[in-house]
């Protein structure tokens, strides 16, 4: 277990906002994990309670450093897999390698977790929080970008995210004073992209849906459930030092006599909260490595195409490379 890294802090009393039991109902969505006890902020855990959440911990963080090998050097993406196709329609971007790229983004802000929580044995009170909501944006990018198989869709929406680094990149620029002309050969290799595969340029270079919008796509779309959503809410809301997630996330060892304004006590996060962003970040990373791999590999074509009727007419749409 982990060293609390708390501080000694007073809280007005206006302030500890009524709250949902957060234990409860999230983890009505993991049964058969591990049991919780209702949140409030002036509380703390029993022992038994903390050892139970760090060897749920323990468990998915020595899945977390499979992950981190497994995300090394690079990975067989077939040809004429969706993925294939998109790198082809997205060249020299490639889709493949945008998404490989949001996986390791996610993989890695989970190891420091890791690393902070059982190397470093330190529990601090918010900055757990806030790697883990890394963690549920990066990977829920490459969900939102892997949604529909179909390779167009793919590359377009690889691109919409090439499209929003540039932009960045040229914020950047413009933050030092530094000369754009530099980012001329990239926008011209941009523009060609969209113009050999005649592609709408005014949509890909629309805002694509923001984080909260993405991973409830992403959820909806792998049937991941609204925890992940609500555990990037409560994430957000410690990274940005919102009050309100006070007592969902944290603890407070306090003794409250009910009439003064302030409350003082002793404020740390809760292994169980821990616990459970941890457990939703897991399930979008996990479910992205099983996607991705869907994504990378030539389909297998049994018949039942012939057999069952398609939703819709498939017309190909020109510039669209077929298999």
Known sequence: MAQHIGRDIGVSRATLYRRFSLDARVMAQYPNRHKARASSILRTRTTEEDQ????????????????????????PVHAQSPLGIADELSDPFQASHAVAYLRLTAVDHLHALRTLMQ??????????????????????TALWILTDPDPRVIAVRSLKQEWVNLRELRHAYQTIGAPEKDLTARYQRFD??????????????????GSLKMLQRACEAFELGSVPVLMWQMCSGATHGRNWITGFLTMMEARDDGVSKIVKGRLTS????????????????????????NRAKLENHTGAAFQKAAPRLLVPTPGLYLP
């Open 192 to 209: 060609a992209v969209i113009e050999k595969n005649r592609m709408r340029k005014d949509g890909i270079t629309a805002n694509p849906p």
């Open 52 to 75: 139970e959440a760090w060897r749920q911990l323990s468990k998915l963080f020595r899945e977390i450093e499979e992950w981190h090998a497994a995300v090394g050097g690079t990975h």
């Open 270 to 293: 809760d292994a169980q909260a821990i616990l459970l962003a941890t457990y939703a970040a897991c399930d979008v990373v996990r479910r992205l490595f099983a996607v991705m791999q």
């Open 119 to 140: 190397e470093a044995q330190s529990q601090h009170i918010f900055a757990p929080f806030s790697v883990i909501r890394s963690a549920l944006e990066s990977a829920s």
